[in-house]
């Protein structure tokens, strides 16, 4: 597949899913982003246009990917208690949901987060 039409796609189906999903400051909307190496998880308030917590597996210990992506889903809900933020929307910028993706969200969800 060529990479343009991949990258194409994906792009759509961003759209598609922020089209849906819009954080306010009472139920921000959880990003998530993957590269090759690192994923990065934001809570942001789609109203003001603020990132009001992050984290990533930047400072962790080598380890497996999909672990780290499950800490970094915890660590993320960890941060969401300290702002007093519950619920959320789960934006997975058009990446399918497995893999790392699904383990920031099971992650966010043992955390204490619901959506």
Do not use: C, W
């Not at 889903?73 to 519950?86: H, Y």
């Not at 619920?87 to 990446?95: E, I």
Request: aromatic letters at 8%.
């Amino acid at each position: 597949m060529d990479i343009i039409k991949k990258k194409e796609k994906q792009y759509r189906r961003r759209q598609r899913i922020r089209a849906k999903i819009s954080g306010t400051y009472i139920r921000p909307r959880l990003s998530v982003f993957k590269s090759n190496k690192h994923i990065f998880a934001q809570l942001i308030d789609d109203d003001k246009k603020k990132t009001l917590a992050s984290a990533s597996d930047l400072k962790m210990k080598k380890i497996k990917k999909a672990v780290a992506a499950f800490e970094v889903g915890k660590l993320i809900a960890e941060k969401a208690k300290g702002l007093k933020i519950e619920a959320v929307g789960f934006d997975r910028s058009g990446y399918k949901y497995h893999g790392r993706v699904k383990a920031v969200a099971e992650g966010a969800r043992e955390g204490g987060l619901k959506f």
